[in-house]
């Protein structure tokens, strides 16, 4: 959960991506990694398995600028995709702020992000979430391959609240920070809201 | 929320400030750190200068999480201590409470058995000084009109952080 620190006058978020593997998660944070000023990162972390396949989780820590007279930061984390990381991907929503949901659009991964997002809403019900009154947007990633289901079908199979999603092609950066944008926008809006 | 955030007064800050300082002072540790179990940095106090101590932070509370998975597959309820050996630098970590974990890195100028004995007393400061915090918070909290700076927010502040 949010760290606010009146002393340093620093608040602290955390924003997780979830999503199948081989989704684009990783890719997302590093297009943010690479688009953003040095004064306003630091190191992203990988920590990865040989063939460049999450493992535990990436880190990227932002530091946007200032509200109230207090710093923001934001500390982005990827979970693991693949199916039998089960365990760590539960332990990294512990204390989430804000859930980016990283849908793949091809076709033959929709059993795929059904069974992720089946997973999210079970993983985070462990942590006494519910993915309902949480920071959350979708994102359609690949939307640039010629298998990519519709819009509108992905919505009807992954979105039935209809929250705030956003096309992708991580890659080339497309909608990567419209997304990252929104769920930051709704982060902030829920500690005014507790505040 | 099953977990309420972390709120940070600078009263308390100082009392963690002077507690990790002492820590590292008596241990004669190289760098103390107090690192939130969700990842963020509380306070750092040593020879901090060359070490990403976000980073740390956030490796710390995701080898921490990864132990206590461990520990739940074998029912023990968790391993409150961890020690990585190094070639020159060793880390100790250890539990406070259910909130945060202390991470003091040492070298061939300490020695892991004073370091245990200066981190367990430490522990039991620190624990004190969350204690007193998650009562100061719920007393506030019971209180009605408690001005927070986060109540005026606006959507043109939130803006603006994206330039």
Redesign the interface.
Known sequence: MSFINYSAREISCKIVYYGPGLCGKTTNLQHIYKKISPDSKGKMISLATETERTLFFDFLPLALGEIKGFKVRFHLYTVPGQIFYDASRKLILRGVDGVIFVADSQVERMDANLESMENLIKNLKEHGFDLEELPYVIQYNKRDLPNAVSPEELNDALNPRKVPAYDAVAPTGEGVFETLKHVAKLVIMELKQKS | ??????????E???LIDKELKKLNELARAKVSFLV?????L?SSMGETGDI?T??LA??T??NI??T??MAKLLGEKEFSILFHEGEKDNIHISLVGQRAILVVVFDDRSSLGLIRLRVKRSVAALAAVFDNLAKKIEKSNAQEGGQ??????TEE??E????
């Open positions: 929320m099953l977990n309420p955030g972390l709120v940070l007064f600078e308390d800050s100082r939130d179990k969700d990842g963020q509380i990403d976000t980073s956030s490796l509370a995701g999480a990864a206590g998975g927070s700076p986060f109540q005026e927010i502040d939130i603006s952080l994206f330039g």
